[in-house]
């Protein structure tokens, strides 16, 4: 599972000025004054106004779920992590179908994690596609479709995940040449070489 704070980097952006409290707590994390960088997460979390608000609450999650700092607290993981999910952080939405997918502090629920992980690859989240993909392969979570899955691993390819590559060329042996190339022409536009694709085999002699 992935559970990495957004934005603990050194390199600084331009944000309004509502973001500069999120970016204090971050500098704050960063030289391990954990309490104080809580204070200041937990401020931005509760304010609605600010755009930082729903990372703020996927990193007081990742704090307390692994105990950076403070003693592991599950439950307040859990609400954080379903308060930010609430508001489309795609990194909390991963994070939480990852806790369904394998019951982890929650009772397992493959139907909820596919939702979650299909909300976070909407929004982007290569490794939520590849999890995706993976459901829709295996039929866990959503009805078996090796077409959905193709399309979605090669998704997660695109996007960087090259695992998806063993399975995109399974998957290319279990369809017919033409919807291979079907499927692949879907995402000609996106690939610009980037990958290289299973091209259909013409069985004619």
Avoid at 2 to 26: G, H, I, Q, R, T
Avoid at 72 to 92: H, P, Q, T
Avoid at 176 to 190: G, I, R, W
Avoid at 191 to 204: F, R
Wanted: hydrophobic share 45%.
């Amino acid at each position: 599972m992935f559970k990495f704070l957004v934005c603990f980097l050194s390199l600084m952006f331009f944000f309004p000025v509502n973001a500069d409290e999120y970016f204090k707590a971050l500098e704050l994390f960063n030289q391990r004054k954990i309490q104080n960088s809580l204070i200041l997460f937990k401020k931005v979390a509760d304010d609605e106004k600010n755009i930082k608000r729903s990372d703020a609450m996927f990193n007081l999650a990742v704090i307390y779920d692994n105990g950076f700092g403070v003693p592991v607290d599950k439950m307040r993981a859990l609400f954080y992590y379903e308060a930010a999910s609430d508001l489309s952080n795609k990194y909390a939405q991963y994070n939480l179908g990852w806790k369904y997918y394998n019951g982890e502090s929650v009772n397992k629920d493959v139907l909820k994690a596919f939702d979650l992980y299909k909300s976070a690859a909407d929004f982007g989240h290569p490794q939520a596609m590849f999890n995706l993909a993976n459901m829709y392969y295996t039929g866990i979570g959503t009805v078996k479709d090796i077409k959905m899955a193709y399309r979605t691993f090669l998704l997660s390819r695109i996007n960087g995940i090259v695992e998806s590559d063993f399975y995109i060329n399974e998957i290319s042996t279990l369809i017919t040449p033409e919807e291979l190339k079907y499927l692949n022409d879907q995402f000609a536009s996106l690939i610009e070489n980037k990958i290289v694709l299973p091209m259909p085999v013409n069985d004619e002699k």
